[in-house]
């Protein structure tokens, strides 16, 4: 039982991560975020659904397709709802990317219709007996590809020439504007980054949890908090807020009950601001007067 | 021409049940009334204080519940069930205030979104006190046209109360907060407080819409106080105009007559309101009232100043023998980097004391921890027999220390007479309840207030400038305004971060005789950081010169201006 609580708050949380990684990103660049980030994981899923599973496509090029199509879909969300937006004071970036979430979610509904449908996984559905726990393959897989990719991430923006490119944006954007960096383009490629990590937990959880047009919502929303007690600003502190609040939740839900999941996991989050404001491993901002 | 306007409208409304005993109509608009009622709440928190909340329908839930528990299950009569829901509900808004407002931002929606999520999901798992998903049945409801009538009466009220409340101290201090933490913070307001005391009205406004759902409706259920309630709050204040008056009204109708009109279009529904939504956020970013109002109008009228009212009505210095401010041995490090170290000056309680140094030396630094905003690492600050090291900026500004920024920090959305206003009233903003009813009392002192600021601009030649926003003074002026409402306070210390930066000449002849004449009749001490060597040598009474974050030199004007040291400072070794 434990073993089995523990491997899928794993897999839980690792996609957690992934798509709070996803908040992060655009937000060093931009200061903004798609607050409807929950709308790309669902969209992930029902695009490779689609693919899949509609035309009959092999599992690869519906991969490629998916990818692509989410790229584009951050740039477009960047375009129509934040960048008008950009660097202003006002809030109106995250009600547009709300509305944008509203528009997405209901086309999809529209589309893919209300019913939630199974997605098959390209691994055996056998479970793979352990010590008498039983996991399905693809639990086992999603950790795995989630830390994957987040140190892929990281890899781009500490070791690649662009991604410390991105990385100077965050850091102080009007120096790397004087550095020749075109923000406006590093910004667009934060958003579509972002939503493509969203799309691979989409797609990667799509097998577990099934596909359906209002997915989206509670994993974008959890990962918003993973993002938060983690720091923002901070992506290892995002990953590890993320693997921990799979671990909570799977650990509640096992223990306690489902019900109870959702209190304690954003109790905690309250918890975790009062004692830490700014997350987990972020820092404070110091005051400038 | 707005009053007509309103009477109208108000006819209108209560007008309705005479005019059809449609239930369908009255219940739309019973709908548009409660929805009314928690955006003006929510207007106090989001267009006031600019803090924004994704939570609030837990609030609603919280006043809907107490309500349906106190009239089904102890029997309570409705509108002491609903009293208490109020403040059962602004009750829970303290706490959940006192945990978020310690952030900002994306945290602070955070938090919200938290608490909205865990008042749901209590409202589900407590099927003991709340009936679990199936909520509660049975309430007590009037008739629907009582219903109507009851609601649209309540919503005239909160919309009033929140007028009133904008036309009060509560009122400007909630703007100052939104429009510049720092400065509010320099005139004695606790800007954690003031946004507290926002939030606790809000989730108030928020109760009592709960409350009267419930009676409405008389069957209620966690369904109905989700996430996607919360954010259509949000919406329907900035739809309607954040911090108009009748923007939380506007929205309200137009987002729930709206989806009502679009039932026919079923699928296409909520696609099309996204996009009206978007939409709006484009062509009306000041919401449907702000785009037809154009600017807010202010919130009191400057009254035309006595003639003879003299500015310099500051305390006169006590004659205090010893120092009026004494720093002792003060250092601060940032990231291991010394910016002052082992810094001691002592300024008497009249007099122009400035602080020179080259770019870099600490001067700012030095003024930041004068003025609390900076804790130093070691050292101590004092003021007459005060610690003043280790209180936050609006406890030091209570103790008498005012001060300016270098680029000014005015409260822009005010106007000129309304920022004088936040200087003289400081921490002193009085009763909330009172604000909100506009009571006489509050009106007399309003009108006081108006008076005094009136005088204190017509003094300082800004008398033209009163009821104009902050924002549309030009750069001289806004200093000045500045020091204006710096002294409004009645410091007994004053402190200028350079207040020359940018001035003409003439400007700068002025500002000399300005300064001169505040020190001649009787007003603060004055800390100045400048770097224009005219005006310091000009009125300085004594000068402390810094380098690299030491004091190199004190002295005289004439002693400074002597001192190998700062020369060297100033051109660089010599040989």
Redesign the interface.
């Known amino acids: 039982m434990l073993v089995q609580l523990l491997v899928t708050g794993l897999a839980l949380g690792s996609m957690y991560g992934l798509v709070a990684l996803g908040y992060h990103i655009t937000w060093v660049t931009s200061r903004t975020m798609n607050f409807a980030q929950g709308t790309a994981v669902m969209a992930g899923a029902v695009v490779a659904y689609g693919c899949h599973v509609g035309l009959g496509w092999p599992l690869l090029p519906s991969l490629a397709v998916t990818l692509a199509a989410l790229a584009a879909y951050g740039i477009a969300i960047e375009r129509i709802a934040v960048y008008p937006f950009f660097r202003t004071a006002s809030p109106a970036w995250l009600l547009s990317t709300i509305a944008c979430g509203i528009i997405a979610e209901n086309t999809a509904m529209l589309l893919f219709g209300k019913d939630a449908r199974a997605f098959p996984s390209a691994l055996t559905q056998q479970p793979i007996l352990v010590g008498g726990a039983g996991f399905y393959p693809q639990e086992l897989l999603i950790p795995v590809v989630g830390l994957c990719l987040v140190a892929g991430v990281q890899y781009f923006y500490h070791r690649t020439s662009y991604g410390k490119q991105l990385k100077a944006v965050a850091w102080n954007a009007e120096a790397a504007s004087l550095m020749g960096i075109h923000i406006p383009r590093a910004v667009m490629a934060a958003y579509a980054l972002s939503a493509v990590l969203a799309a691979v937990a989409g797609v990667l959880l799509a097998p577990i949890l099934n596909v359906a047009a209002t997915m989206g919502t509670i994993i974008g929303l959890k990962a918003f908090a993973v993002a938060i007690i983690g720091g923002l600003e901070s992506a290892p502190g995002i990953i590890v807020a993320g693997l921990a609040y799979g671990l909570v939740e799977s650990l509640v839900a096992g223990y306690l009950s489902t019900g109870a999941r959702e209190i304690v996991g954003f109790a905690l989050v309250i918890l975790v601001l009062i004692i830490r404001p700014w997350g987990l491993l972020g820092s404070r901002p110091t005051r400038r007067v | 021409m707005r009053r007509i306007g309103w009477i109208i409208l108000a006819a209108a409304v209560f007008g309705l049940p005479l005019a059809t005993a449609n239930t369908y109509y009255l219940y739309v608009g019973a709908s548009v009334g409660l929805l009314t009622i928690v955006t003006a709440g929510l207007n106090i928190l989001t267009g006031f204080t600019g803090q ?1 909340s994704l939570g609030h329908a837990g609030f609603c839930a919280i006043g809907a519940y107490l309500a349906a528990i106190l009239t089904v299950g102890a029997g309570l009569h409705p509108a002491a069930a609903a009293l208490a829901a109020v403040a059962g509900a602004a009750a829970v808004g303290v706490v959940v205030a006192g ?1 978020a407002l ?2 900002s931002g ?2 602070l ?3 919200t ?3 909205g ?2 008042v749901e ?2 409202l ?2 407590w099927v003991g006190l709340t009936g679990g998903p199936g909520g509660i049945f049975d309430i007590p409801k009037p008739t629907l046209a009582q219903g109507y009538l009851i609601i649209c009466a309540v919503a005239a009220c909160a919309l009033w109360l929140v007028r009133n409340l904008r036309a009060s101290p509560w009122g400007r201090a909630f703007l100052a907060v939104r429009s510049s933490e ?1 400065a509010a913070e320099s005139l004695g307001l606790s800007a954690y407080f003031v946004r507290i005391v926002a939030f606790t009205i809000s989730a108030g406004f928020a109760g009592a819409s709960g409350a009267l759902f419930a009676f409405l409706n008389g069957y209620i259920s966690p369904d109905s106080f989700g ?1 996607q309630t919360s ?1 259509l709050y ?2 329907a204040l ?1 739809f309607g105009g954040v911090g108009t008056v009748a923007g939380p009204l506007a929205g309200s109708l137009v987002l729930t007559v709206l989806p009502e009109l679009l039932t026919s279009l079923v ?2 529904r ?2 099309l ?3 009206l ?2 939409t709006s ?2 062509w009306l ?1 000041a919401g449907l009232v702000g785009a037809l109002a154009g600017r807010r109008a202010a919130g009191f009228a400057a009254a035309p100043a006595p003639p003879a009212a003299a500015p310099s009505d500051a305390p006169a210095a006590e004659g205090q023998p010893g120092a009026l401010l004494e720093v002792a041995g003060v250092g601060i490090a ?1 990231g291991g980097v010394a910016a002052l170290a082992e810094v001691s000056v002592q300024v008497p309680a009249t007099g122009i004391h400035a602080i020179i140094g080259p770019n870099g030396a600490g001067k ?1 630094t030095l003024l ?1 921890i004068l003025s609390g ?1 900076y804790s130093p690492g070691s050292g101590t600050v004092r003021l007459g027999r005060e610690a003043v090291s280790g209180r936050p900026p609006y406890a030091v500004a209570r103790l008498g220390i005012a001060r300016t ?1 270098q680029t000014a920090q005015l409260f822009g959305d005010l106007t000129v007479a309304e920022n004088v206003a936040v200087g003289i009233a400081g921490r002193r903003l009085g009763n909330v309840l009172g604000a909100m009813l506009g009571a006489p009392a509050v009106r007399r002192r309003e009108r006081r207030l108006a008076e005094e600021s009136g005088a204190l601009l017509a003094a300082a030649g800004l008398a033209e400038w009163a009821d104009r926003p902050a924002d549309a003074l030009p750069a001289g002026s806004r200093r000045r305004l500045e020091i204006v409402r710096a002294l409004a306070t009645r410091p007994t210390l004053l402190l200028l971060d350079e207040p020359a930066a940018g001035l003409g000449p003439t400007e700068i002849r002025e500002l000399i005789a300005e300064l001169s004449a505040l020190r001649d009749h009787g007003g603060p001490a004055i800390i100045l950081v400048e770097h224009h060597m005219d005006l310091v040598m000009a009125i300085s009474d004594r000068i402390t010169v810094l380098d690299y974050g030491r004091v190199i030199a004190e002295g005289s004007p004439g002693e400074v201006r002597r001192h190998p040291g700062v020369i060297e400072a100033y051109l660089g070794a010599a040989g």
């Open positions: 924004i945990a310690r952030v994306p945290y929606a955070m938090v979104i938290a608490f999520i865990i999901g209590v589900v798992e720092v996430l954010i949000l919406l900035l699928d296409y909520l696609i309101y996204g996009l939504l978007l956020i484009y970013p940032f700012t930041n905003f920024f």
